[in-house]
């Protein structure tokens, strides 16, 4: 199952949302006894990982973004006062 075939109120939930339903995955792997109950589960949570890293790559090319804008910003304003 790629990200694509996630339910849009997983793809829509913040990155903080997605590490506490990872965590409870986790947590409910860790009481699991019978490991071929488990192998979903583990499926689920690989899924789940890859889905928050692009969601943090892609927020953090936003913020890298946004830093580059404001420091050419505020670099703009200090050449308009030199002069």
Do not use: G, W
């Not at 913040?14 to 947590?27: D, G, H, R, V, Y």
């Not at 009481?31 to 990982?49: H, P, T, V």
């Amino acid at each position: 199952m790629k990200d694509k075939n996630f339910p849009d109120d997983i793809k829509n939930k913040s990155l903080n949302e997605l590490t506490e339903l990872a965590n409870n995955i986790i947590k409910n792997l860790e009481r699991e006894e019978d490991l071929e109950n488990s192998i979903n589960e583990y499926q689920k949570l690989i899924k789940l990982n890859n889905l928050i890293e692009k969601k943090f790559q892609n927020t953090s090319k936003e913020i890298s973004y946004m830093v580059k804008s404001r420091i050419n910003e505020i670099l703009k304003k200090n050449e308009k006062k030199i002069k």
